[in-house]
């Protein structure tokens, strides 16, 4: 009995595309005002990010990454927040049930950059790298916003002390910026 092509091409697209989605990276919809103006500028642009999975791969996050994670609140939702610190840092905080905290290893501090209307580490606290699914490299849509999403963090969040990241951490980073060149449609949201 011979397949049709349809089914032949059925049986190995849904694998690679699977495959694809759960590896590299996909477009989500980013909903809510906590990240503006990096993303959602204004209540009548909606962006559209490309997540990757494969930056994460290693959960390596540097700070002022935009990454996608699972809301420690909230198993079922996926939030996207800024990397404001990361393991060994001390960090003020704003409203956190401590005036400072030293970021745990394997934990990073995240936040909106729209400080007060953002549900995030100065709510729930340091988060667990293992929650991180993906970081946001580029708005993909609208046209008019098409760029790549730069890793800074605002000058008023900056880390008050810095802590030492392991050296292998720090230069596969590096070397995979040098080497890189500057679908699904899931909604990235957070909880209020």
């Known amino acids: 009995m011979r397949f049709p092509t349809f089914l032949k091409s059925l049986l190995l697209g849904v694998p690679v595309g699977v495959t694809l989605l759960d590896c590299v990276g996909y ?16 209540a009548t642009v909606t962006d559209y990010v490309f997540l990757s999975r494969w930056a994460v791969r290693n959960m390596d996050v540097q700070r002022g990454d935009i990454i996608s994670l699972i809301s420690p609140k909230d198993p079922t939702q996926k939030i996207i927040k800024r990397v404001v610190a990361l393991q060994g840092d001390v960090i003020s905080t704003l409203g956190y049930k401590l005036p400072y905290v030293t970021v745990p290893e394997g934990h990073c501090w995240v936040e909106g950059d729209h400080t007060g209307n953002s549900l995030d580490s100065n709510t729930f606290g340091p988060v667990s790298l293992g929650l991180v699914t993906a970081r946001a490299t580029q708005i993909v849509w609208p046209p008019s916003r098409w760029q790549q999403l730069p890793s800074t963090v605002p000058k008023t969040r900056e880390p008050i002390a810095m802590g030492k990241r392991p050296a292998a951490v720090a230069s596969s980073r590096s070397v995979s910026n040098s080497s890189s060149s500057s679908s699904s449609s899931n909604p990235i949201g957070e909880v209020h």
């Open 27 to 42: 477009v989500a919809r980013v909903e809510g005002v906590s990240m503006q103006p990096a993303l959602n500028p204004d």
